[in-house]
């Protein structure tokens, strides 16, 4: 196949490291590629750089585009309601083009629907990929052989140790300001956006979401250093959720100038408990498994994100032609979505019910504006009926305005019927 790059994303630089190894497929065009651009050049010489990602729907010969946001991390990843990938995904499968959406978090709700019709249309193979999801160490998570070992799930633990940096709204990519008990939950809401999608892998569909401020000085690995002295408390953020088995999932990340980065993800199920500890994913991993036979220890090495993530890719293009994971995206980013409302809204958020809850509000509205609208009518009809008795002439054009009103109060309450009927088949449709 013909490649082209888009994006700022570090996982490009090693995806373009091997299309370049790979004898079956070549990468011809680059566009937005920030400060790879020296290293891409230098890894495939003969690459077309193109100043406007636009031209690349247009290109006859190109067959899939390796895609992320196309703006460095300096930059918001969101720009209004949409992020910054939403258009370019967009014009590309509607181009025909095969789609490896290396940054799925940027997308919004509305495009992941959005693409899941155009792929009907187009046959375009549109696959966002969360890496993570492939390492050798976090796989087995989602093997039914090995979850039928260990038992259900019962407790799932990730907790993120972060660098302090600049943060952003996920919801408009306007700056955010740390509030004043030390906590800036949008920022790191943008890193539960990317964490969601390792999280639902390993615990399965989750139904309820709160978000709440973790303790400043929370548990970090033996390795980190104290908060002593340091006159910026770290920022942390903590987020419950649940499913109907009763599953349950905790996400916190702490961020601070002094805490070294790194991961711990922690999987109880009825028969072992696994805890697997990171600092980069492509480093290694240790993992440890707890059974009742005894304590198991081991570490993965180094590993290609990029190597794993083009295999997927190359494999959902010579299979079947539905979008591959749209659907599993499409709920990921819903569940980020769901945090950023739990937290504006400071309380739970119950997935299954939020779309019943917005049904009963609007039919309240129309039957409340249905009834004012009935209690005018009614009121016109006296006040007319009165006039024509005291012999005002002009008044019986006001019987031209009854009717209308008449007609809408119609409408609104009809508008009212076909809201339970649209809940049931979503309903339907997610059982």
């Known amino acids: 196949m013909n490649f082209a790059l888009l994006g700022h994303d570090p996982l490009l630089a090693g995806l373009a490291r091997n299309l370049a190894s790979d004898e079956r ?23 077309e750089l193109v100043d406007e990602w636009e ?21 918001p990843t969101r720009t209004g309601p949409e992020g910054a990938s939403d258009e370019p995904v967009r014009r590309l499968a509607q181009a025909g083009k095969h789609l490896l959406v290396v940054r799925p978090e940027d997308l919004s709700l509305v495009t992941c629907y959005e693409l899941a019709r155009i792929c009907d249309e187009t046959g375009s193979v549109v696959l966002p990929i969360s890496t993570d999801l492939l390492h050798p160490a976090l796989a087995p998570f989602g093997n039914p052989a090995e979850a039928a ?13 972060l660098r302090e940096g600049p943060g952003r709204d996920r919801a408009n990519g306007k700056p955010i300001l740390e509030s004043g008990d ?33 303790p400043a000085r929370s548990e970090r690995p033996p390795s980190a250093p104290s908060d002593a002295g340091n006159d910026t408390a770290p920022t942390s953020l903590c987020v419950s959720m649940a499913n109907r088995h009763g599953t349950m999932t905790t996400w916190t990340a702490v961020s ?7 991961a711990q993800l922690t999987v109880k199920s009825d028969r072992a408990v696994t805890t697997c500890h990171w600092t980069d994913l492509s480093a290694g991993v240790d993992v440890k498994i707890e059974t009742a036979q005894g304590v198991h220890s081991e570490r993965f090495g180094p590993w290609d994100p990029a190597a794993n993530a083009l295999d997927q890719f190359v494999r959902a293009v010579a299979g079947p032609r539905p979008c591959s994971g749209l659907s599993d995206a499409t709920n990921c980013i819903d569940l980020a ?46 006040v007319t009926a009165v006039a024509e008795g005291l012999g005002v002439g002009w008044i019986h054009y006001a019987w031209y305005g009854i009717v209308p009103l ?8 009809l508008l009212g019927l076909i809201v339970p009927r649209t809940e049931n088949a979503a309903t339907r449709e997610h059982e």
Do not use: Y
């Open 25 to 47: 497929h070549r990468l011809r065009w680059a566009c937005a590629i920030g400060e790879f651009r020296g290293e891409l050049l230098a890894t495939i010489p003969n690459i």
């Open 55 to 75: 031209s690349l729907a247009g290109e006859a010969a190109l067959e899939a585009v390796i895609l992320a946001a196309p703006r460095p991390e300096s930059e």
């Open 149 to 161: 070992r260990v038992g259900p799930v019962r407790h799932v633990t990730l907790q993120r140790f």
């Open 182 to 214: 030390g906590c800036n939950p949008p920022a790191l809401l943008n890193q539960f956006a990317r964490d969601v999608f390792l999280l639902r892998f390993v615990a399965g569909e989750i139904s309820h979401v709160n978000v709440l401020p973790s």
């Open 256 to 262: 601070s100038r002094t805490i070294p980065p790194g």
């Open 337 to 382: 979505d769901a945090a950023g409302r739990s937290m504006r809204r400071g309380r739970t958020v119950e997935l299954s019910q939020e779309a019943q809850t917005e049904a009963g509000s609007f039919k309240g509205t129309m039957a409340a504006v249905g009834c004012g609208l009935l209690g005018c009518v009614l009121m016109a009809l006296v």
């Open 406 to 413: 008449l007609a809408v109060f119609l409408v609104l309450q």
